[in-house]
Every structure is written in structure tokens, then in C-alpha cells.
């Protein structure tokens, strides 16, 4: 069983910047491919960005890549998303997503561990 914890979100103005973290619980988290998701208001959630358990492997969705990245620190269970150029369009609830389940997945339904999310809002 790992626990999520998201921190770091806030208010922000267009074109500044964010870091999201995401501490786990557990012992196996160094195991666990690790994802961001994020739900705006009315909208579906939707990936964000993913990382494998090693950290060699990352994928991003179009809309934040070149902006966004992902990386972890497995000796302090924690992974991470660094937010640059933000725009009103990335304003959502931000959430941490883990799995044991090897290789990067974008669907919601393929991570079984999830944080309570951290807002973030990005003024224009």
C-alpha cells in the first residue's frame, strides 16, 4: 500500500512557474511507475506526464511538454513536476498517481494509488 501526498501548489501569473511534489509512504515506492494527472473544472482528468521507476523513462502530453518536467528522488520517495511557462489553460487540481505495474500508461485507470490533488491557478 503507498500513500500520495501532493504540496506546492498556489496562485501564479501567466508565464511563471510552480514545483509540485508528490511524498509517498511505503517501501516498494522505488518500484512504482509515478504519473501527474490533472482536473480542471466541468473536464475530465487528464495525464499530464509520467516517469518509470528508475527515472530513465519520461513521457508528456502534448499540451505541457517543453513547459513541464517530471523527475523523482527515490531515496526520498518523493516525485516531482516543475511547472515553467505556466498559462491560464494549465489552472486545475493537480494529482500525484502511482502503480507497481512497469512501463508509462496515460489512462486513469491504470494507476491504483492516488493522491488528494493540489490546486493549482495560473492568473492571466
Known amino acids: 500500500q503507498v500513500q500520495l501526498v501532493e504540496s506546492g501548489g498556489g496562485l501564479v501569473q501567466a508565464g511563471g512557474s510552480l514545483k509540485l511534489s508528490c511524498a509517498a509512504s511505503g517501501r516498494t515506492f522505488s518500484t512504482y511507475t509515478m504519473a501527474w494527472f490533472r482536473q480542471a473544472p466541468g473536464k475530465e482528468r487528464e495525464f499530464v506526464a509520467a516517469?518509470?521507476?528508475?527515472?530513465?523513462?519520461?513521457y508528456y502530453a502534448d499540451s505541457v511538454k517543453g513547459r513541464f518536467t517530471i523527475s523523482r528522488d527515490n531515496a526520498k520517495n518523493t516525485v516531482y513536476l516543475q511547472m515553467n511557462s505556466l498559462k491560464p489553460e494549465d489552472t486545475a487540481v493537480y494529482y500525484c498517481?502511482?502503480?507497481?505495474?512497469?512501463?508509462?500508461?496515460?489512462?486513469?485507470?491504470?494507476?491504483?494509488?492516488w493522491g488528494q490533488g493540489t490546486q493549482v491557478t495560473v492568473a492571466s
Open positions: 498517481a502511482g502503480d507497481r505495474s512497469q512501463g508509462i500508461a496515460t489512462a486513469t485507470s491504470r494507476y491504483a494509488y
Open positions: 516517469i518509470s521507476w528508475s527515472g530513465g523513462y519520461v
